[in-house]
């Protein structure tokens, strides 16, 4: 498994650790969420839906925008929602909303040793794109949590 896989499904794991196709359903309210959370079936799904990033920018076949080395070269902690968003994975983009339902409640019990660049894009999009506003609020609330955490590092 190359780099942007690991960073990709890195990312994709602090965000999708609880979905499956059978305990999303009960969630949905009327946003997209793809018909399986397995890879690679929810990037094929994601890649339909959303092909490019807000930029424009086409993803790769790691579901990201840009190389590895530019995402690590970001100050994510740093970073407004607005800028940050851009490095938003695939499926983020796709689905918003159904991504966010696995992330726990307390954005504080997710291991700052477990985010990455991406993770913390994918968290900005969803501040920011999300089809329901609550599901926008928690994630604005979360991105600064996280933000924190990730100074620490």
Known sequence: MNKLKVLMTASASILLAGCTSDTTASHNAGYPEPPSWDFPY???????????????????????????????????????????????????????????????????????????????????YISMQAVEKATRDSAKSCLVTLQKMYRKE
């Open 42 to 124: 929810v990037t094929e799904a994601a890649y339909e839906i959303s092909p490019h990033s807000l930029e424009g920018r086409p993803f790769n076949n790691d579901g990201l925008a840009y190389t590895h080395e530019e995402l690590e070269a970001l100050p994510v902690k740093d970073m407004a929602p607005e800028q940050l968003q851009n490095y938003a994975d695939v499926v983020t983009h796709a689905f918003p909303d159904a991504t966010y339902q696995s992330v726990p409640e307390n954005c504080e019990d997710i291991p700052a040793e477990s985010l990455n660049e991406t993770s913390l894009a994918n968290v900005a």
